[in-house]
């Protein structure tokens, strides 16, 4: 590969305009020749630069509503050609092909135009052709052609002509010709995907998946993995979509959590009041609901004092100050919320470590998505967990049917269990968590666990009643025996809301009437692994 190849010639064709006129008056500025298309060289036409048409080149017009303009063998073999290989140019020579040394294009939006939503026909025809052809050409023959793809190259590629009088280097357009590559993947991925969903696919024969990098982390969970943070344009609100105010970088952990914590506080909406979510290793601390944000939190704070040192919090509704000034009284990682007013700002700007982010609004737990699970081999791909149980869904299995005040916790606990790892079990009182069981190997163990947990808080806060007296309890799963039900029974709960579907069913509602239990079956379970 030669090193320092010089340019003199280079076809511009962009979709996204930015920067457009100040690298073509640089590439101008140093004698380089310019060939465009369509609004491309018109842009650079007005700024007054000359400017070569590609259908002056090819001896053909622009056609087809401009489906054909650089779909051209006097353009591919300018920029395919190996310019040490004899027969190429002797080729060059006899077919009048002129050798093109730097490409320049970006994509028709493709993506965006799917997010906006538009229709299938619009969608088709901006899936782009002649780009993708152009920029795999140029990055197969990164050994003569300098290949760019991203408007935010431009001012590399400035300095790179500067530093090598008006050449670039081999490792230089090898970095871009990677950057060339995924690009056309994760465009291709993109229109695959999309169309997947279009014609109605589930499971494709193939499925690609393609993010750009957002941001370098320091490291993974641990200090010896490296990691990165890739975005793939949804435009869902939360920790990817996110304005962070103030704070160090978000590491890998603090991504996985906050996004925890923000999808889990989703579930409530905020015209029925302030909901407050307290997170550690991707599990709920405490949850709660309150007449003010304030009263949320502290109630959240309530259920587990210890845990939450160095967490997340995620606020369902704007945060305010009193609440912050409430929060930074321990050390917080991040606090996550649709909004935050001016005051609660001044209030965090003393934790000069504490991450503040806001998203503007919150995601919809009930929109369809996919989430990608890397394994040995391949990738598991689902849908998101957008199932929603609501009141009128329940059915009351046993002989007690419960109170209004207990199907409205029983409600709270089951939205919170979604979120928590399986075996997942929620104790829930007057609207707040007051014992989360999480991850367990056994149900019944992760029922004990958030049962210890809600008497070790009444002990160090001293209080004469366990707060699981009166409370419910949710199960993300079916109980498989009746021991767990029992033990949430022997903590004070007096309702219970569950799946259903056990084998064993007929013995747990038995259980249950025994113990004047009421319980709701959901029919509906939400494993979390």
């Known amino acids: 590969m030669t090193n320092l190849v010089s340019i003199n010639r280079a076809l511009l064709s962009v979709s996204d305009k930015t920067g457009l006129v100040e690298l073509a008056r640089a590439l101008d500025a140093r004698g380089v020749e310019l060939l465009s298309t369509g609004g491309t060289a018109a842009m650079i036409r007005d700024a007054g630069l000359k400017v070569l048409d590609v259908a002056e080149v090819t001896g053909y017009p622009e056609m087809m509503d401009g489906r054909i303009k650089t779909l051209h063998p006097l353009v591919h073999g300018g920029l395919l050609a190996l310019r040490d290989n004899e027969d190429h140019l002797a080729a060059m020579e006899e077919h009048g092909i002129w050798p093109i040394d730097l490409l320049v294009v970006n994509l028709y939006p493709f993506e965006t135009t799917v997010a906006k939503g538009a229709d299938y026909e619009t969608c088709v025809e901006n899936i782009d052709i002649g780009g993708p052809a152009m920029i795999r050409a140029a990055a197969k023959n990164h050994g003569f052609v300098t290949t760019v793809v991203d408007p935010e190259d431009y001012d590399v590629l400035i300095g790179e002509l500067e530093r090598h009088d008006g050449a670039t280097c081999a490792k230089y357009r090898r970095k871009l010709a990677q950057i060339a590559f995924a690009r056309t993947a994760a465009y291709d991925a993109a229109v ?12 494709p024969r193939r499925r690609a998946v393609a993010g750009k990098l957002a941001q370098s982390l320091r490291y993974g969970e641990n200090p010896h993995q490296a990691a990165a943070f890739y975005k793939d344009g949804d435009t869902r609100p939360g920790v990817g979509t996110a304005v962070q105010h103030q704070g160090k970088e978000l590491s890998y952990n603090n991504i996985n959590d906050t996004d925890a914590a923000f999808e889990l506080v989703a579930e409530f909406d905020p015209a029925e009041g302030p909901v407050c979510a307290i997170i550690k290793h991707a599990n709920p601390c405490g949850v709660a609901r309150g007449k003010t944000m304030l009263e949320a939190y502290r109630a959240a704070f309530q259920t587990d004092q210890v845990s939450p040192f160095g967490g997340i919090i995620a606020l369902n509704q704007t945060l305010d100050a009193e609440t912050a000034q409430e929060i930074a009284r321990i050390f917080t990682e991040v606090v996550i919320a649709p909004d935050v007013t001016d005051e609660a700002k001044a209030v965090f700007a003393a934790k000069k470590n504490l991450r503040l982010l806001t998203t503007g609004g919150l995601p919809d737990p009930r929109a369809p998505g996919k989430t990608w699970r890397r394994v040995s081999g391949g990738y598991l791909v689902q849908d998101r967990d957008y199932g929603r149980v609501d009141a009128d869904d329940l059915k009351v299995v046993t002989k007690r049917a419960p109170t209004e005040a207990e199907l409205a916790d ?30 367990q190997m056994s149900r019944v163990d992760s029922t004990r666990i958030a049962a210890q947990k809600a008497r070790d808080m009444a002990q160090a806060l001293g209080l004469d009643t366990v707060p699981t007296k009166g409370s419910v309890v949710a199960s993300d799963a079916f109980f498989p025996f009746s021991d767990g039900l029992i033990t949430a029974a022997e903590a004070g709960a007096t309702a219970v809301i569950q799946p259903g579907g056990s084998m064993r069913d007929d013995e747990v509602i038995k259980a249950a009437d025994e113990a ?6 959901t029919g509906m379970r939400h494993f979390r692994h």
């Open 192 to 203: 695959s995907n999309w169309m997947a969903g279009a014609v109605g696919v589930d499971t």
């Open 516 to 521: 004047g239990l009421a319980m709701v079956f």
């Open 410 to 439: 029983l409600m709270f606990a089951w939205r919170v269990a979604k979120h928590v790892k399986s075996n997942a079990i929620v104790y829930v009182k007057d609207g707040a968590t007051v014992g989360v069981g999480a991850g």
